[in-house]
């Protein structure tokens, strides 16, 4: 089930969409499923007293709602689908109460069709929000004067009370949720779902995971990419011999100093393994330029790890290893916890490099080396053997780059 639920909330789902839109569709879709089963129930109650015809009705709706949302599934119209879903809770509770026959001995199951008004207004639809409330008023005033449409109804007194109690109960349960879950508008809840998605991703893969759903699944697609990769240097033996609140300054001061340069350039940080960073240049967000940029923050980010180095006498100061070349960039995990990430050659190679590198300096693989041209004062390594590759590659440290 925590498998099904999930998938059934990405039908109709659109990349396309924008988050207003997702929130709406999410709310309708989900009141709609968890009604079916409900629906089912309570017609076989109804069955089971005698009542065949009130029994048609909660199943008239089981039906009429899968299909509904088998058609949302294909067309992906959701004003169709949210109209649909509201005339229904609007009709059939009022055509319940008035088989059973009227308030009394339907037990004002009409009730639950003020859902439609509260929960039109909820997602936002103002207008068709005030035109259901005016016909939930005109249900109330016709049921006073209306006869039963099928006689008395056959329920005992104990099942007609019982059922009282659930819808008044009921009704009142779920007004207070839907004003509780919206209480300070639907922007500020969306706000606070952005802030909370942005503190953890960053902007680049908050905007992908809250633009389109199936990004949120594991997996991912293989593109090309520049990944770099940054480590402090002599970090084991600087944290071996201080406490863990000196350490704990070094670290949150580097990475501060990182990550703005990082994201400043397009880049997307992935992980913070230890002392480490890691970022992906050319992904979620296309860049055709992703080598220049990587190159653009490693430079700017060891000239951030130089400064504070020099106010800090003895503090570790970065590598930094880079390589350009394709990658599955994607999602990685399991159900209950995953990372967006980027694995493959390119990844182990920018970390190879980087365990290469010098304190304060920036080694970058062939590939990436080529893509930068004549842009990058280079200086050439020499040939060296890295693990994974039978062959031996020829990186270069990167000294500057020159304005174009």
Not at 76 to 94: G, K, N
Not at 209 to 231: K, M, N, S, Y
Request: no cysteine; proline share 6%.
């Amino acid at each position: 089930m925590r498998r099904i639920f999930p998938a059934l909330l990405r039908i109709g789902a659109d990349p396309a969409d924008d988050e207003d839109l997702r929130l709406r569709k999410l709310l309708i879709l989900s009141a709609a499923i968890m009604v079916l089963p409900a629906a089912v129930a309570w017609g076989a109650i109804y069955w089971v007293f005698g009542e065949p015809l009130a029994a048609s009705v909660p199943w008239t709706y089981a039906v009429i709602g899968t299909a509904s949302i088998g058609i949302f599934a294909v067309a992906r119209d959701y004003r169709w689908f949210a109209t649909s879903q509201l005339v229904l809770f609007m009709i059939l509770p009022f055509a319940l109460m008035w088989i059973l026959g009227g308030f009394v001995s339907g037990s004002a199951v009409a009730l639950w069709a003020w859902v439609a008004p509260l929960g039109a207004r909820i997602v936002g639809h103002r207008r068709s929000s005030l035109a259901l409330l005016l016909i939930f008023g005109i249900g109330i005033v016709l049921s006073a004067g209306l006869r039963p449409l099928s006689g008395t109804s056959n329920l005992p007194d104990w099942v007609i009370v019982a059922f009282y109690a659930l819808n008044v109960t009921g009704v009142a349960a779920i007004t207070y949720a839907l004003i509780d879950a919206s209480a300070g508008g639907r922007e500020g809840s969306l706000a606070s779902m952005r802030g909370i998605v942005r503190r953890y991703f960053s902007p680049d893969v908050a905007a992908t995971i809250l633009a389109d759903p199936t990004r949120q699944e594991l997996g991912g697609d293989v593109t090309e990419v520049t990944i770099l990769f940054a480590d402090l240097g002599g970090f084991t033996t600087y944290a071996g011999a201080r406490g863990p609140a000196e350490v704990v300054e070094l670290l949150n001061a580097n990475f501060a100093a990182a990550m703005p340069i990082i994201l400043a350039e397009g880049g997307t940080p992935v992980s913070l393994p230890g002392d480490a960073v890691m970022a992906i240049f050319g992904a979620p967000r296309h860049q055709p330029d992703h080598p220049q940029r990587a190159a653009h923050a490693a430079l700017a980010i060891q000239a951030a790890s130089d400064a504070l180095a020099q106010d800090h006498p003895g503090w570790p100061r970065f590598r930094i290893g880079m390589d350009t070349g394709e990658a599955l960039v994607g999602n990685i995990g399991s159900d209950e916890f995953r990372n967006f990430t980027a694995i493959g050659d390119t990844a182990n190679m920018a970390q190879r490099f980087q365990a290469l590198a010098e304190h304060g300096q920036v080694v970058v693989g062939p590939r990436t080396a080529a893509r930068l041209g004549g842009a990058a004062q280079l200086a050439p390594l020499g040939e060296v053997l890295v693990k994974g590759k039978s062959e031996p590659v020829e990186p270069s440290a990167l000294l500057a780059l020159h304005q174009s």
